[in-house]
């Protein structure tokens, strides 16, 4: 029996990571029945421990400024830091339901995992997610699979999103060419990342493959819906009242209530937000990606929010993030957008003034008009992006 590996981010405290990393990990698992998949339990202390919350570690900015608004967040919700590592707690139990490695390497360095990828698996895939942004695991590190690694190599979404590699050093860009050169197969999930493959090396082809969010079978999630109902009803959410989702910033939810007031029932998903009707910071991962179908529209600037929203045939308004590298790149929620010909769906502003007509007047004709089987439908063609993928695996796998 064939083994494939799987190195991701799948135990960032993420939710759009974990999702992702679950359903590549199914999809490739229903592909080849006949192979053992499984998710090389891989992680960084230096990763790690920004999941485990402190006042000092939760007041830590790059300035003052950054420090001030953090301890004013943490003046206007007390509960903060024990939320977050309560949300750290339900990460960690399920993670159990991923289908891990035998074995578990928890290091900064690659020795361990490059030897125990060697003597474990005939193919390793890096990706999906931001895997080729170095700006806080280091360069070299495990998910560029340097030459150490002797089995078959191919990248699936891998991104290398919020980090500039126009200004990274020639020694590292002179690296990177090298460790992709002896990739099988160089799948990305943006144009940004195309580029920067380009840019490395002009001889190689990446390939765009969608994220694995694209063909999740939400349905097929371990969720009982009965229980997660009544769950959101203790929380105070009502199901009779047409309800906007948002994952965002306490800017994000002023502005809708300015638009709204209390005509509909505002939930937020990930942040504490203190405007929201009802506030779901801690779902698990499952009931996150669950969550969606019970509204009638999301408000986001998240990439997988976006993602997860239009997976249960929900519309969604995109807010950008005003970060320096979407200033000079391609955003990843704008390129998924363009993909599925939703680009009017992208706004700028700053969620007191600019295009904020445009905004509600689109919100408006979303929450009058059902939309679920045409953008169900674009999604799945999106996801056929996945074929380019396996093809090339499929041949792989078949060889003796």
């Not at 903060?80 to 891990?100: A, D, G, S, W, Y």
């Not at 020795?111 to 895997?131: L, R």
């Not at 340097?146 to 860009?173: E, F, Q, R, W």
């Not at 390939?207 to 109902?229: G, I, Y």
């Amino acid at each position: 029996m064939k083994k494939i590996g799987i190195l991701t981010f799948h135990r960032s405290v993420n939710y759009g990571a974990f999702i992702q990393a679950y359903s590549l990990a199914k999809r490739l698992k229903e592909e080849y029945p006949n192979a053992d998949v499984e998710i090389i339990d891989y992680h960084m202390p230096i990763v790690a421990n920004s999941y485990i919350y402190t006042f000092s570690s939760y007041i830590a900015a790059n300035n003052n400024i950054g420090r001030i608004k953090r301890i004013i967040r943490l003046a206007q919700h007390p509960t903060v830091i024990q939320k977050l590592n309560n949300r750290t707690k339900i990460f960690t139990e399920c993670q159990k339901m991923l289908p891990l490695s035998g074995k578990t390497i928890f290091s900064n360095s690659t020795d361990e995992v490059f030897d125990y990828i060697n003597s474990t698996y005939d193919v390793v895939i890096v990706g999906s997610d931001a895997v080729w942004n170095y700006a806080s695991r280091g360069f070299p590190n495990a998910y560029f699979l340097n030459d150490k690694v002797h089995c078959k190599k191919l990248s699936y979404a891998a991104s290398c999103y919020g980090m500039d590699y126009s200004t990274c050093p020639d020694k590292d860009i002179q690296q990177m060419s090298r460790f992709l050169s002896n990739f099988n197969f160089i799948g990305v999930r943006d144009e940004a990342t195309e580029n920067m493959v380009k840019y490395i090396n002009p001889e190689l082809t990446p390939a765009h493959t969608c994220d694995p969010t694209c063909f999740l079978k939400v349905n097929d999630l371990p969720v009982d819906e009965k229980k997660l109902r009544e769950k959101l009803h203790k929380r105070g959410f009502d199901f009779n009242k047409t309800t906007i989702g948002m994952m965002g910033s306490e800017k994000m939810c002023n502005m809708l209530r300015r638009m709204y007031g209390k005509c509909y029932q505002i939930v937020s998903l990930y942040e504490p937000v203190r405007n929201s009707d009802v506030d779901l910071y801690d779902l698990t991962p499952f009931e996150w990606a669950y969550v969606f179908r019970f509204f009638k529209v999301t408000f986001t600037t998240y990439f997988h929010g976006t993602m997860l929203s239009l997976r249960n045939g929900i519309p969604v308004i995109c807010l950008a993030l005003q970060t320096n590298f979407a200033k000079k790149y391609t955003p990843k929620t704008l390129d998924l957008l363009k993909r599925l010909s939703y680009e009017s769906w992208y706004f700028k502003t700053d969620y007191k003034t600019v295009h904020l007509d445009k905004i509600k007047s689109l919100a408006d004709k979303m929450l009058q008009t059902e939309m679920h089987d045409e953008i169900v439908q674009r999604l799945d063609q999106e996801a056929a992006n996945f074929d380019v993928f396996n093809d090339n695996l499929r041949r792989i796998m078949e060889e003796n």
